[in-house]
């Protein structure tokens, strides 16, 4: 299943560990808070599918925002892809990596958020055509942003993050799509602080 070692990582110890960091009243604001302003530039949204949906705290913000959503998704770590749809048991949870994925059929919208950061960059080339192919109208690509592609130490682990112009990329290996908004959530925010994200939504 692990294709390279940062999939390996997450598939292990350290993405069960990540499980209890990620799921708080808090965050819960902040991440319907960012997908209200991301949905509300969108039309007729009712399939959402996730690369890397950990417990699923973003397709929960898409479904109060969207009641009744259609909610498909890709989980590396087992026990994250398990919680994950016992919170949705109506969805379609997968337990595998991202580079095997291919949902039954395209969603309206495709999405990742915090996870590319993560991927080797080799198979971001791959990640961007699942990622074309999951969707029939909308990308969303939320992650960190830098003009050019940067390895960053990750609690205290080498080759575990980068940053880089992800939706530039997609949009370059896949000109049918096209921006339609972007923004940029702060981590020090007073209101719904979340990770210094920047988002991009881009349509077919």
């Not at 039954?104 to 074309?132: D, R, S």
């Not at 575990?160 to 702060?186: C, I, Q, T, W």
């Amino acid at each position: 299943m692990h294709k390279t070692p940062q999939e390996k990582f997450w598939a292990e110890e350290f993405g069960d560990d990540y499980i209890s960091r990620n799921e708080s009243a808090s965050l819960m604001a902040s991440k319907t808070a960012m997908f209200a302003d991301i949905l509300a530039k969108t039309r007729d949204v009712n399939s959402a599918v996730e690369f890397g949906c950990n417990i699923g705290m973003n397709l929960a913000a898409i479904s109060r925002l969207r009641p009744g959503i259609d909610i498909h998704a890709i989980e590396i770590n087992a026990k994250a892809a398990e919680l994950c749809g016992k919170r949705f048991p109506e969805g379609d949870i997968t337990h595998g990596s991202i580079f095997d994925y291919t949902p039954e059929k395209p969603c309206e919208l495709a999405f990742t958020c915090g996870v590319m950061i993560h991927l080797n960059p080799e198979m971001l080339p791959k990640t961007y055509e699942k990622l074309a192919a999951a969707s029939s109208k909308y990308v969303l690509i939320a992650e960190y942003y830098n003009t050019s592609p940067v390895a960053i130490p990750y609690r205290g682990h080498d080759d575990r993050l980068f940053k880089r112009d992800f939706a530039r990329e997609f949009m370059e290996s896949h000109p049918e799509y096209s921006l339609v908004a972007y923004n940029f959530v702060y981590r020090h925010d007073p209101m719904f602080p979340d990770d210094d994200i920047t988002w991009f939504l881009m349509e077919k």
